[in-house]
């Protein structure tokens, strides 16, 4: 799944998953975009999402792999006391169609462990949010999952994690393809490093200036 925009045809063939939130957009105010954050946390790259965020004053969903939250528990808490929305990115990163079923929902339970274990006593409780690794998972996974989780894909994949992707057209590729009521991905990973760090803030800027609110799920 490496689309960088979400097709029509994958949210019609998985409407159980949750891609966009376009027809709820319609009924708010404000415009809304949805930032998601996987694969951390991490210092230093977490870290300067959250400065950014805060800086815009912008909210966003941080889908976390459980291992990190063990190693980094005080940056999993910065995250939640900042306000932020936290999902479940499974313990190891796990690639869901080429595990097994019950390989693959043991170890969503030991990272959903891991979040409660490192949730600070103060913060908002957790949304039972579940976005798959690569976003790869079976129908026979949804068909388990779906009753304790809320499954979260994307409309915009940024493609930040490609170390070969140029920064300013990645910007661009973001910028074009937002409308109100976007999910979009971002990365606070190492790999993605060099694109978030020049991309984030001037997405941020562009479509603050523009009017719109930066949200959580």
Known sequence: MNFFK????????????????????????????YLTFDDGPVPEVTEFVLDTLRKYQAKGTFFCVGNNVDLYPHIFKK?????????????????????????????????QNALIKHLPAKAHPLKNLMRPPHGRIKKSQIQFLKHEYNIVMWDILSGDYDADFNEE?????????????TIIIFHDSYK??????????????????????????
């Open 79 to 111: 995250i939640c006391h900042r306000g932020h929305a936290i999902g479940n990115h499974t313990y190891n990163h796990m690639n869901g169609w080429d595990s097994k079923d019950q390989d693959y929902f043991n170890d969503i339970a030991r990272c």
């Open 6 to 33: 979400a097709p029509a045809l994958l949210k019609h063939v998985y409407p159980n998953l949750l891609w966009d939130k376009k027809k709820e957009n319609k009924r708010k105010q404000v415009s809304r975009i």
């Open 169 to 181: 057209k990645c910007l661009e590729k973001c910028i074009e393809h937002t409308t109100p009521g």
């Open 192 to 217: 993605a490093e060099k694109n978030i760090r020049y991309v984030l803030p001037r997405y941020l800027e562009h479509f603050a200036a523009a009017g719109y609110r930066f949200d959580k799920l």
